[in-house]
């Protein structure tokens, strides 16, 4: 059974750092992964993951203020976040999906495409 294990997040002042970590069990081959996240009456959106190429990228909107890593030889995925501003307050969500054989070998961040999720972090960014 493939779950994923978030850690991480909490409560920062605008400005500070948190970071946030999730690892999936379960399942030994490349995965694609991804952050979501999604704010109270707001769409659940993306926030940085696997490209079509399998690298990884971040959107424009937290560009230059988050970093996500992978290690994948455990299947673990990193998101570094830093200068925070309350609009990054949400429900940070990390997602999976095994790699596809061909290109493109992962979905970016198309939410319909991920097939495991984990249970949600909530991050709260205060003014």
């Known amino acids: 059974q493939v779950q994923l294990v978030q850690s991480g997040g909490g409560s920062v002042q605008a400005g500070g750092s948190l970071s946030l970590s999730c690892a999936v069990s379960?399942?030994?081959?490349?995965?694609?992964m991804a952050w979501f996240r999604q704010s109270p009456g707001k769409e659940r959106e993306g926030v940085a993951g696997?490209?079509?190429?399998?690298?990884?990228s971040v959107t424009d909107s937290v560009a230059g203020r988050f970093t996500i890593s992978q290690d994948n030889a455990k299947n673990i995925l990193y998101l570094q976040m830093n200068s925070l501003k309350p609009e990054d307050t949400a429900m940070y969500y990390c997602?999976?999906?095994?790699?596809?054989?061909?290109?493109?070998?992962?979905?970016?961040?198309?939410?319909?495409?991920?097939?495991?999720w984990g249970q949600g972090t909530q991050v709260t960014v205060s003014s």
């Open positions: 696997s490209r079509s190429d399998g690298s990884t």
């Open positions: 997602a999976a999906v095994p790699r596809r054989t061909v290109y493109p070998w992962c979905p970016g961040l198309s939410t319909d495409a991920y097939v495991y």
């Open positions: 379960g399942y030994r081959l490349r995965v694609c």
